[in-house]
């Protein structure tokens, strides 16, 4: 059985989330369903309804931080991607490389998330977050607003 239910969101690493919203809601004309700040890593997390799934802005609040490393090293752009799942540790582990460092587990809009431990694999980083199926099926119709 794929421990996999949906694909949740596609993260962007933004150095300024007010300019990314310039572009994502005033031009695309796409809606802000939530932002937050978190402390560990200290980011900010803009989720803009794309529809069927998310799109995550997510900028460093720190510039220590694994994200201001990433814009400093790649520039703005995909971060990763996220699967919504029902097991948040238990899947991220089950697809961990053999041998990585153990799961952590964070949050976002109020679900658990992790990212999966080991190294990107195709240039692709994957997180896991938590799944509700009413919340993330019944209640999301799959069209931009």
Do not use: C, W
């Not at 803009?46 to 995550?56: C, K, L, P, R």
């Not at 814009?71 to 540790?89: S, Y």
């Amino acid at each position: 059985m794929n421990p996999l239910r949906r694909l949740d969101h596609v993260a962007v690493a933004v150095a300024d989330t007010d300019a990314a919203l310039e572009y994502f809601t005033g031009r695309l004309g796409l809606e802000v369903v939530s932002s937050e700040e978190i402390e560990t890593p200290k980011v900010r997390l803009t989720y803009v309804d794309a529809g069927s799934i998310f799109i995550q802005l997510v900028e460093p609040l720190d510039d220590q931080s694994p994200i201001a490393e990433f814009i400093a090293a790649n520039g703005e752009g995909l971060h990763h991607i996220a699967f919504g799942v029902e097991d948040v540790p238990g899947v991220a582990a089950e697809l961990a490389d053999p041998g990585a460092p153990p799961v952590t587990v964070g949050s976002g809009r109020g679900r658990p998330s992790a990212f999966v431990p080991g190294e990107p694999h195709h240039g692709l980083r994957v997180e896991v977050t938590g799944f509700d199926h009413g919340a993330d099926v019944i209640d999301r119709p799959g069209l931009i607003p």
